[in-house]
């Protein structure tokens, strides 16, 4: 899709606060600094527009992206935080879990891994979960520039293997903002999915 505008609507705490417009929500997940904001930037092609690498401690929140009237990026915050405590790491999750189970305007949820390393206990975990509520999931590999070409078999093997790769809801996706590899791929990924 050629993007001209894109506006963050709404930074949601509750879901009295998500966006009432009806369009398709694709939702962005992963670690913090794993390169969520910049594959967010790659896809509308800005430089700097979603935030990059929220800082742990500050209020979390879920950030819908508005792109072109047709459909909203929500940028979920990065899990596998350290710092913060229980409790606000109880919300985190609260917030999240109500968001994905419950969200109708949900069509899909791109979980993103890096793909230099063997998938963390995190990444485990919400792909697993995501796929048990039979949600189509894009696990996208970022920062491919990153490993040799040769490498990326065996690391998409490494990853699928990891996480339990399930290709009946999924699809995998080697990408990287500095070379724009695989943002096209994305892209058909989010437009079906608006369809779907
Ligand atoms: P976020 O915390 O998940 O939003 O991660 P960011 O998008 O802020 O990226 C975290 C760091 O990784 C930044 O220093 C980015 O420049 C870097 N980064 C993100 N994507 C890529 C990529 O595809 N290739 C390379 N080489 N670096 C990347």
Redesign the pocket.
Known sequence: MEVHNVELQISAVAPEQYPTQGYPEIAMV?????????????LINRKSY?????QPGKTQTLNFYRVEEKVFFV?VP?YGYAKVSQKEREKWGTMIETYLTSRNQLKGVIS?IDARHQPTEDDVSMYQYLNYYNIPILVVA?????IPRGKWNKQESLIKKTIGFDKKNSAFQM?????K?GKDQVWNWIEKRMKG
């Open positions: 992963g670690r913090s600094n794993v390169g969520k904001s910049s594959l967010t930037n790659t979603a935030r990059t690498s929220s940028d990065g993103l970022t920062k491919s520039d990153k990408f990287s903002a500095q070379t590899e």
